[in-house]
C-alpha cells in the first residue's frame, strides 16, 4: 500500500481499473488514499481499450454499419471431448434432472444437447441436486431422479461436502465425477487425481472412486463416455440400483500434452448418408452439412467416433491410418 500512497502522490487524480468488484478500490480507500473507481468504470463485462476509452474519457468508439451479419458462433465441447458421450447420453433421458457445475462441461447445458438443467455455484452439481431431490420427496414425486454432475476438479474443492450430504441424509441423488484427469477451464492446473503438482512434480494420485466408496456409495460405476453404448448402461444401471451409487466418466481431455491420445479422422460415405442430420445431434464441431449431407471436417476431427455410434445407417467411419 505504501507503493500506492507514493504513487498517488504524483499524480492528479488516481484511477482504479479492476474488473468485477472493486476489490483493489474498497482497499486503497480504506486507506485513506483518494481515488476514482466503479464510479466511471463498469463492474460487467470485459474492460477493453474501447469501452474504457468512453468509461474515462467519454468518447465513443467509431463505427461502420456493415451490410452483413456475423455468422453465430456459440460455444461448444471441443472435438473429442470426453465430455461430449455422457451429455448426448443424458440427452435422451426424459425422467430425470441434471444438476450441474462450473466448469468446461457446463457446455452441456447449450444446444443442441440441452443436458443440463442448473449451474449456481462450484459444489452446487451435488448440493443443489440435493435440494431438489428432497423438494421432489416432499411433493411426493418420489420416481424423479437427479443426477448432480462435477468434474474431478471441482470434485476435490467443493464436491466431497456434497458427495457426503447426499449419504448422509439419504438424497435420492446419483452423483456423476466427470473425470479427464485435468483442471479443464481455467488453464490445465493439475489437481489432486493427476497425479501431479501445480509445479508438475510427481506426486500421490487420489482415487475418486475409492473416495465415493468410503463416503458409502455401494454401486459406482466407472466408463468410457465415448462409449455411447457402455454409456447408456452405465446410466440404466444407475438408475436402477437400489443402493446408493455414483457415476464416474473416465477419459483424459485431449489437451493434455503429456498423455497419449489415440488420434484419427473420422470421414463420411456420402452415399450412405441420408441426410438425416442425427450426427448434429452430438454437437461436435466437426460435423457439419454440405449439399445436405453430412461431412467432416479434417483440419477439426479427432476420430473420436461420437459420431458414428450415432449415425443410424453407418455412413460414418474412422479412417484407417495407412
Known sequence: MDLIRDFASKVKKLYVIEELEPFMEEQIKAAGIDCIGKELVSNMYELNPQRLREMLFGVKAETKPLDVEAVSRPPALCPGCPHRGFFYTMAKGKNFIVTGDIGCYTLGAAAPLNAMDTTICMGGGFTVGMGMAKAFEATGQTEKKVFGVVGDSTFFHSGLTGAVEIIYNKGRVIPVVLDNHITGM?????????????????????????????????????????????????VDDALASEVPGAIITRRPCLLIKRAKHDIGLCVVDAAKC?????????????????????????????????????????????KEEK
Open 186 to 234: 481455467t488453464g490445465h492446473q493439475d489437481n489432486p487425481g493427476t497425479g501431479y503438482t501445480l509445479q508438475g512434480e510427481i506426486a500421490a494420485s487420489i482415487k475418486i472412486e475409492e473416495i465415493l466408496k468410503s463416503c458409502g456409495y455401494k454401486d459406482i460405476f466407472i466408463v468410457d463416455p465415448q462409449d455411447l453404448a457402455a454409456m447408456q448402461r452405465a
Open 274 to 318: 441420408i441426410g438425416c442430420k442425427k450426427c448434429l445431434s452430438v454437437a461436435c464441431p466437426a460435423v457439419i452439412v454440405k449439399n445436405k449431407k453430412s461431412a467432416i471436417d479434417p483440419t477439426q476431427c479427432v476420430g473420436c467416433t461420437v459420431c458414428a455410434q450415432v449415425c443410424p445407417v453407418g455412413a460414418i467411419s474412422r
